[in-house]
């Protein structure tokens, strides 16, 4: 997988840069599929701080062979990007990277309160690379005035490229002649804010992509029976 970069203004703001960072370590492609596997609806959001009954996930094994992992960082002229392997990163870039380890899921590695970050600079003497553990809390109120989320008056998908149930998701909805708008929250920062805005709104967790937009009514994951209840009610 080519590492992929979202080009425009470098670092017009730090909050955007932190904010963006912060919810690609807490949205993966979600592990809700089909329903009834999908839950009924999401839990409330958590309080502002962690738990102490909650202990930080172990941090995942970072090696320039690992498989699974997904990573994500900021170039100072070409702007955000993504990869899957350590060579995709650039050495301008290394020191800071947001790591994702696809083989667990969002609640395992409790993404709606850590942010994995690992330093690619120089592997360690057995050839792993140093992996941080960071709350998610200190993006939380981050000031987002400047990316605020636009009118909806029909039902947007939040997506990623590699994410599986996103792609099931859009078929679903083409071959149902619904009209969509899909926003990839990683090729579009301002996209990955706007939902972030949503969720919190709406008192939800930030637990994976896809998450649909149906005038207003979020639906995470691919629950097809929840997504049809709410085109219907929406008139769509």
């Known amino acids: 997988m080519r590492a992929q970069y979202q080009r425009g203004q470098p670092w017009k703001a730090t909050v955007t840069r932190l904010t963006f960072l912060g919810l690609l370590g807490g949205l993966a492609c979600s592990t809700q599929s089909e329903d009834p596997v999908a839950p009924e609806a999401a839990k409330p959001a958590a309080s502002s701080t962690p738990s102490a009954e909650h202990a930080p996930p172990s941090p995942p094994l970072v090696r320039a062979d690992s498989k699974q992992l997904v990573f994500s960082w900021a170039h100072p002229e070409r702007g955000y990007a993504t990869g899957t392997s350590v060579s995709e990163v650039p050495e301008c870039c290394r020191k800071d990277v947001v790591v994702a380890d696809l083989s667990r899921s ?131």
């Not at 009118?151 to 679903?172: M, P, S």
Request: net charge positive.
């Open 106 to 236: 969002p609640a395992e590695r409790q993404a709606h309160r850590y942010v994995m970050v690992t330093d690619l600079s120089s592997p360690k003497a057995d050839g792993s690379y140093p992996v941080v553990v960071l709350s998610r809390y200190r993006f939380k109120d981050a000031d987002l005035s400047d990316t605020g989320p636009s009118q909806n008056d029909g039902v947007i998908v939040y997506t990623t490229a590699w994410c599986g149930f996103c792609t099931k998701l859009k078929r679903w909805l083409d071959q149902r002649g619904v009209r969509y708008e899909a926003k990839d929250i990683e090729k579009n920062p301002k996209a990955g804010a706007e939902l972030q805005m949503k969720l919190k709104k709406a008192g939800l967790q930030a637990g994976g992509v896809p998450v649909t937009d149906i005038k207003g009514t979020l639906i995470q994951g691919f629950a097809k029976a929840r997504i049809q209840k709410a085109l219907e009610d929406a008139g769509l």
